[in-house]
């Protein structure tokens, strides 16, 4: 337990300072342009609106899940209350703390891949990999977030040795974004990932699919905006969707919201083969 609170604080100290420079690089060179033109002035403030934002929502985010965090950390550590409290409490509460910590594993892993999308330091690792194998190492990623009355599973329409040329990595990465959102939106029914290569001939068509609230249309294109959020209580950074917005263009890829969908939420990724 003490190693979870330790972890925790550590990754919230380097969060805290990648906050810190981040903000202090993005004002110092919007001041620069500033200084060098008046016709600049819309866009300083602009600037400003934006890391105003951005470390509001960011404060927002990491007060929340480590109050959790610490309040139910110390509930186990502390002598007498320990004590105090069934074997059922305790996994619960354990399961708490572990879900938190990794609200906040996501959230320091959102910055570091923005701010690495900003900067040009982002690269992508090309090469040969199967269809399939990567939608099962997304499921299986999520697949304990996912509540046990949600029935999550997997369908495809090409053979296991089917391969495409991608990075791996960031491809499973646009699925587990796609399938943390179903998640955190579908409080009944099922989440169905899909893999097809008729939807879209001549392309792969990666798909997540959900029983949940749904997206308006009028949202569609929103909803991959930097810190868009349709709902401002549920958890979550705003930055998942345009993060897989960045690195679909990066994979000459397309992400997006498809509208014609009513029962829920259906996301795709369609990826060339």
Do not use: W
């Not at 342009?33 to 951005?54: C, V």
């Not at 899940?65 to 550590?77: D, R």
């Not at 498809?258 to 060339?272: E, L, M, N, Q, W």
């Amino acid at each position: 337990m003490m190693y979870i609170i330790i972890s925790v604080l550590s990754a919230l100290c380097i969060l805290l300072f990648i906050l810190y420079i981040r903000a202090r690089s993005e004002k110092k060179r919007m001041i620069y342009i500033y200084n060098r033109t008046n016709k600049e002035k819309s866009k300083f403030e602009m600037a400003n609106q934006t890391q105003k934002m951005f470390l509001q929502n960011m404060s927002h985010e990491i007060r929340t899940p480590l109050n959790a965090i610490c309040g139910f950390s110390q509930i186990l550590t502390t002598p007498g209350i320990r004590e105090s409290i069934s074997e059922e409490e305790m996994q619960e509460y354990s399961s708490i703390i572990e879900t938190n910590t990794e609200l906040l594993r996501t959230l320091v892993n959102d910055i570091l891949d923005v701010s690495d999308l900003d900067s040009g330091k982002y690269r992508l690792n090309i090469g040969e990999c199967q269809a399939n194998e990567i939608c099962r190492k997304a499921i299986n990623t999520v697949r304990y977030r996912c509540p046990d009355h949600i029935k999550l599973y997997f369908t495809t329409e090409v053979e296991d040795d089917f391969t495409i040329h991608s990075d791996p990595q960031r491809s499973q990465q646009i699925i587990i974004n796609y399938l943390t959102n179903a998640i955190k939106h579908t409080e009944h029914g099922e989440i169905h990932v899909h893999c097809s290569l008729k939807e879209n001939p001549g392309k792969i068509t990666f798909s997540v699919t959900d029983t949940g609230e749904g997206v308006p249309v009028d949202k569609a294109d929103v909803i991959f905006g930097r810190f868009e959020k349709l709902e401002t209580f549920k958890q979550g950074t705003g930055l998942g969707l345009n993060i897989c917005l960045r690195l679909a263009q990066m994979m000459n890829a397309e992400v997006k919201l498809d509208t014609s969908y009513c029962k829920g939420a259906r996301f795709v990724f369609i990826h060339p083969i």
